[in-house]
């Protein structure tokens, strides 16, 4: 899994007080980077061999919603196939798929995981693995229809796989909270856990409506550092938002901290305006030492970064807990 290519940094800016900062080339991939695309966004990104690799959200100009493969030496300027990933059976002979969208990538033990939002009968967690990022191997969805957010820890966690996925409806999801599930094998799926709930609107309004796992869980001394994005529903339609929170090592179910204020909003112009306005979307974060750079999807249409170091960002969760 380690790469030789050094991760994407840029320093926080000279008079920034924030914890996590933009970079000051976003959006890092615009919405027509390959012919078909009308957008691209809240898609995943890993170190791969002397770059990277990821796995990309592309919805075409019929606005069909399928991920595709992307590799960059750089991770910055990045080179999408124009055709999706075409899966072979993995665990099942069922690959049947409707749509596929907002996927995650995670290494654990000798192989690349990934997961997405899979449409079968509604959308649900879909499951694959590569070894290559080219022959890809679909398994068993994980859940029951309807789910959205999967995302996997990085190691197993008392012998077992772990996953955080928010149980959701088949429409624009009104509500929603973070769980936690098990497997033995990455195709049976239980011990379903509460991990996080949604705020109380007079305690942190920006994650109110609803909450979701982003990026895969970052191993830290102090615990599981996860970031997610939050919704409020306001008089302008839902505002997605991003925070962290820590979750403890051994008993990832119990919340040890959570931000209260949010680490990034809604500010910039290509945040602000796009297919779905107001939205940033944690999905990939990279790491070297101390620092981390978060992709994140933006207003549904382009995906943008952002940069934190880790200890600062575990202190201002710490220090400003809900």
Request: proline fraction near 6%; charged fraction near 20%.
């Amino acid at each position: 899994m380690t790469s030789k290519a050094n991760m994407p940094w840029e320093d926080r800016p000279e008079g920034c007080t924030d914890v996590m900062w933009r970079f000051s080339q976003n959006p890092v991939i615009g919405r027509y980077d390959i012919p078909s695309s009308n957008s691209i966004f809240n898609s995943a990104v890993v170190p791969f061999e002397d770059g990277f690799a990821g796995v990309f959200r592309c919805d075409n100009k019929s606005v069909q919603m399928n991920i595709f493969t992307g590799f960059s030496k750089d991770g910055i300027n990045w080179d999408i196939n124009h055709d999706p990933i075409q899966m072979i059976a993995g665990n099942t002979d069922m690959i049947d798929s409707d749509y596929k969208y907002d996927p995650r990538v995670c290494w654990i033990e000798d192989r690349y995981w990934i997961t997405w939002c899979n449409g079968y009968h509604g959308p649900t967690i879909g499951i694959a693995y590569t070894f290559d990022f080219k022959t890809y191997h679909q398994c068993e969805n994980a859940f029951l229809p309807f789910n959205r957010n999967g995302v996997l820890f990085p190691e197993k966690i008392d012998g077992k796989y772990a996953m955080l996925s928010r149980p959701s409806d088949n429409g624009h999801t009104p509500f929603g909270d973070i769980y936690i599930s098990y497997s033995p094998d990455m195709k049976y799926w239980g011990e379903h856990r509460c991990v996080m709930k949604v705020s109380e609107f007079t305690d942190s309004a920006w994650q109110c409506t609803k909450i979701g796992a982003g990026s895969v869980p970052i191993r830290t001394n102090e615990g599981w550092l996860m970031f997610y994005h939050g919704v409020i529903n306001t008089c302008n339609g839902f505002r997605y938002s991003m925070g962290a929170a820590l979750l403890d090592l051994e008993n990832p179910d119990k919340v040890l901290y959570r931000s209260q204020p949010y680490l990034l909003a809604p500010a910039a112009p290509y945040e602000l305006v796009g297919d779905v306005p107001n939205v940033i979307f944690p999905c990939a974060a990279l790491t070297e030492g101390n620092k981390v750079a978060v992709y994140y999807g933006a207003a549904d249409t382009v995906v943008g970064m952002s940069f934190a170091y880790i200890d600062e960002v575990i202190d201002f969760i710490k220090k400003n807990s809900l």
